[in-house]
């Protein structure tokens, strides 16, 4: 049985049929000097891109450098703060730290550091790990955890390379 063209059919090749010809004769023109060599060239300054890190963002600081780098990177105080520290630690070191019995309830813990490498942060209660993890320097990490008991946290913090360190205990 032989295909049967339906007038939709038609129209919508027509419409093709033209468009293609139509396109098919545009072209672009260069200016006259487009091609000049003699010309000055000046490279596009790049938008929107994101400009390289400093080297030096993340090597430890001392003294008022540290003082201002802790407040930067915790929470605001305004909240139920319960526990804050920072400082830093030597090339495989360990800075161990604990809060006061906190009551039962849910809270929050603010990790950062600053480093060329990785720091570790491992949080526990009097059994088991609430939070174990080695955090990329240059941001910062919110944990949330729940105490079904009075607890008092205990906090490690280690490197394999010289660190700073800050982090925050707040209930929510």
Known sequence: MPRRRTPAAAAVLAVALILGTALSGCEYEYGADHWDDESPTVAASP?????????HLNEPVSGEELDDWADDVLPDDEGHVLHKS??????????ADSTTQLPVGTYSLTLACRSRGRVSFTVRDAKEPLVDLSLRCGTS?????????????????????????????NRI
Do not use: K, M, W
Not at 47 to 55: E, F, N
Not at 86 to 95: L, Q, Y
Not at 141 to 169: D, E, K, M, W
């Open 86 to 95: 920072f400082g830093s630690v030597n090339a495989g070191e360990t800075h």
């Open 47 to 55: 938008t929107g891109g994101a400009l390289p890190q400093d080297p």
């Open 141 to 169: 990490r919110v944990s949330v955890v729940q105490l079904s008991a009075p607890t008092v946290l205990s906090i490690q913090v280690g490197g394999r390379a010289g660190a700073n360190f800050a982090y925050q205990v």
